[in-house]
């Protein structure tokens, strides 16, 4: 059995032959059990994801889909044998096939083993080549489905990306020009392919066409986006005019998983592979349910529970990185916290109770499960304090830290709670949690307009990386120092507004191979949209910006920009609430403006209303990286706005 979905989505028996999968629903439950990659997805899941307003019997048909799904995949299947490609498994169904039987599966595997191992670049090639058109390009009108269209479209651009800077390494890649124009021309604002086309024209004996490249791409940035080039694309064409094109040097090497580990080897080296950020990071997460899995398999409750428990990795952003595995993690934390009842030890407890607060991150979640959430992170903090664990109670902090954001101007509260992680760290010898209580009162600072007491924190943050060996720490701290730069740009006397941008852009570089897509997603678009604002100028309308997800919150303002006023006022009817998490105050503040320009006296008044409690701080500074100004700003121009008249 095969199935594609770099495409249309289809199913060929092993003889090559194509199921016939029925109709366009049965195609979206298959394609959307393959997105989860063997994991359980539960029947609420699928019927949410399957229909915005779900039918009273939703959960009936999507049992009659998948049992017309199994006669297909499986029709020589004896009537009392249980399916083997599509299993019910607990509260839901799973997709059982080997990984290289799935061509997205395949494509992320092998670009997963080229990033560490440039001898793969032959079957990137080949993976490459298996994509027909846009990922579940038929699976239309489904919010998950453009959600893993617009990632595995990136990820795409970045093999394509990849192979050629790989080939071009090892001294081949003259053939590429043609391929990588067509690239350039497809995504002109993907500056690091500019660089990979003024280098295959290099190697092909056209200097003055590399150097004309690079000059068209200078000239693009600056233009359309008030950017300077980065100092690669700067450094490449001085290498060039020097006649000298060095190699970009070799990717250092992950090793993996070279033999099978049992669940506490397993979670030790996971927790400890956390921490390198980038692939590992990516890794490290799918250990870690690995080894829950496993020891919920054994049936030994206190076993399962010290595996979950002792993932303590410190978390700082209030998005999740992978929203399907913290919900897995998190359902195994309760399942395994009933089970032992409320007579379970206090240190197993509390560390379940700390896992549901961590990996619950509020961004995502239901009204219920927030609240879950916050009782959980609430019954942690009391349990670990009672148990003289140092340890145990910093992570248990980290929970409540991450429930904090349950309205705006909540910046002081989370200060003390970044000073008490930090001060635990400090005289209990915890360098991984002191990082933290060093971030989240950097966040604070931030978000309270103290530049100088957030980079003192970022200072600080950074010397403890170096012993700690953690790099994602300057990724972080590398985004604060351009937020810092585009406050000052408003300032007389300041940096200009295209050295801030450029500085964003040096800083969503450096995020692009994190491993935190959580984080990542919609920053850099959300970041320039403050800097235009932080000038005056309108909301950015490059159409191949991600906003991720910020879209609904960006949109009104980037009709604006487009002159669609009608467009923007409808757009701006749909803005939901904004999640409760680090950018709530900026998405706020994004409705506030929206609604003044628009003359939404309603909307401006209901701003304002929820804006109140933030007017010391400044808008998007929460996560200490990027800025849309103070608050009070935008909150003046909504009590205005909703007072006029």
């Not at 009273?56 to 083997?84: C, I, Y």
């Not at 590399?210 to 233009?223: K, P």
């Not at 933030?614 to 990027?626: I, K, P, T």
Request: glycine share 8%; with cysteine.
């Amino acid at each position: 059995m095969r199935i594609d979905v770099l495409g249309a989505v289809r199913a060929f028996r092993d003889d090559g032959s194509p199921v016939d999968l029925g109709g366009p629903r049965h195609r979206e439950v298959l394609a959307r059990l393959v997105t989860a990659e063997g994991r359980m997805v539960t029947t609420g899941s699928l019927v949410d994801d399957l229909w915005t307003d779900p039918p009273a019997r939703g959960v009936g048909a999507l049992r009659t889909f998948v049992a017309a799904l199994r006669r297909a995949l499986e029709p020589d299947r004896p009537p009392r044998d249980p399916p083997r490609v599509l299993v019910t498994e607990g509260p839901g169904y799973a997709l059982r096939l080997p990984r290289e039987d799935v061509d997205v599966h395949r494509f992320q595997d092998t670009l997963a083993r080229a990033r560490r191992n440039p001898d793969a670049v032959t079957d990137l090639g080949t993976a490459l080549a298996d994509w027909r058109g846009p990922a579940y390009a038929d699976v239309t009108g489904s919010a998950w489905a453009q959600r893993e269209r617009t990632r595995l479209e990136e990820l795409r651009l970045e093999g394509a990306e990849l192979r050629a800077r790989i080939l071009l390494d090892s001294g081949e890649g003259a053939d590429l020009v043609a391929e990588l124009g067509a690239h350039v021309a497809e995504h002109p604002w993907r500056e690091p392919a500019w660089g990979l086309l003024a280098r295959a024209l290099h190697r092909a004996g056209r200097q003055a066409d590399a150097l004309a490249t690079l000059r068209r791409a200078r000239a693009m940035l600056v233009d359309q986006l008030g950017l300077d080039p980065g100092a690669g694309l700067q450094r490449l064409e001085t290498d060039i005019l020097n006649g000298y094109v060095p190699p970009e040097g070799a990717r250092t090497a992950w090793t993996g998983r070279g033999v099978r580990l049992g669940p506490r080897t397993t979670v030790d080296l996971a927790r400890t592979l956390a921490l390198a950020g980038g692939d590992a990071l990516v890794h490290s997460r799918r250990d870690r349910l690995a080894a829950v899995q496993a020891a919920e398999r054994t049936g030994d409750l206190s076993l399962t529970a010290r595996i979950i428990g002792a993932y303590d990795v410190p978390a700082i952003w209030s998005r999740a990185d992978d929203p399907e595995q913290s919900r897995d993690v998190v359902a195994a934390a309760e399942r395994t916290l009933i089970a032992l009842g409320p007579d379970s030890p206090a240190d197993l407890a509390a560390r379940l109770l700390a896992t549901v607060a961590v990996e619950s991150r509020s961004a995502g979640l239901s009204r219920a499960e927030l609240k879950r959430a916050r009782q959980a992170a609430r019954q942690a903090e009391a349990l670990a304090r009672g148990l003289a664990d140092p340890a145990l109670l910093a992570f248990a902090l980290n929970g409540v830290f991450l429930q904090s954001f349950t309205r705006p101007g909540l910046a002081g509260v989370r200060d003390r709670i970044g000073a008490e992680i930090l001060d635990l760290a400090t005289r209990h010898e915890l360098p991984n949690f002191a990082v933290l209580g060093r971030l989240v009162r950097l966040q604070s600072a931030s978000a309270l307009g103290d530049l100088d007491a957030a980079t003192s924190h970022a200072e600080a943050a950074e010397q403890l990386a170096v012993t700690t060996e953690a790099p994602l720490v300057p990724v972080l701290t590398g985004w604060f120092r351009a937020r810092a730069t585009a406050a000052r740009s408003a300032e007389p006397g300041g940096p200009t507004a295209a050295t801030a941008a450029a500085h964003y852009r040096a800083a969503e570089d450096a995020l692009q191979t994190a491993g935190m897509p959580g984080l990542h997603r919609g920053l850099f678009p959300l970041a320039l949209l403050g800097l235009r604002l932080l000038h005056d100028r309108p909301a950015p309308t490059d159409p191949h910006l991600d906003w991720g997800p910020y879209r609904p919150w960006a949109r009104p303002l980037v009709l604006l920009a487009q002159e669609r006023a009608g467009e923007a006022r409808a757009a701006l009817a749909a803005v939901p609430e904004p999640p409760h998490d680090h950018m709530q105050e900026a998405l706020w503040c994004l409705t506030a403006r929206a609604a003044v320009r628009l003359d939404e006296r309603g909307t401006a008044a209901r701003a304002e209303a929820v804006l109140r409690s933030a007017r010391a701080e400044h808008a998007g500074a929460a996560g200490g990286m990027l800025t849309l100004g103070p608050v009070a700003r935008y909150l003046a121009e909504a009590e205005a706005c909703a007072g006029a008249g």
